[in-house]
């Protein structure tokens, strides 16, 4: 009914770059929030960040200043660039989002999810 596909996770050295892409195809109205999750290993999956359909975003603290995240509404496409990357950031990283599948119906979508390594 609803996909998403992420794309864009791998290996960087501490101090680098990645950006993520996370695209949503199927048949649904609207989509309200997107929004990026990530879980590292023995911990629980955190919120990263999070846009909104009308540009208003939402970041967790340890990311502030570091990612950005941005959406393009046309390709319901949202994206997480990410710098400065740290060995902390490591994680599989999830892309969700709030779908309106019908008039009357909304619902949470997730990712497969990929994998993100800081490491040098």
């Known amino acids: 009914q609803v996909q998403l596909v992420e794309s864009g996770g791998g290996l960087v050295q501490p101090g680098g770059s990645l950006r993520l892409s996370c695209a949503a195809s199927?048949?649904?109205?609207?989509?309200?929030?997107m929004g990026w999750y990530r879980q590292a290993p023995g911990k629980q999956r955190e919120l990263v960040a999070a846009?909104?359909?009308?540009?208003?975003?939402n970041y967790a603290d340890s990311v502030k200043g570091r990612f950005t995240i941005s959406r393009d509404n046309a390709k319901n496409t949202v994206y997480l660039q990410m710098n400065s990357l740290k060995p902390e950031d490591t994680a599989v990283y999830y892309c969700?989002?709030?779908?309106?599948?019908?008039?009357?119906?909304?619902?949470?979508?997730w990712g497969q999810g990929t994998q993100v390594t800081v490491s040098s």
């Open positions: 199927g048949i649904f109205y609207s989509i309200y929030v």
């Open positions: 969700n989002a709030n779908v309106r599948t019908t008039i009357w119906a909304t619902g949470d979508y």
């Open positions: 846009i909104t359909s009308g540009g208003t975003t």
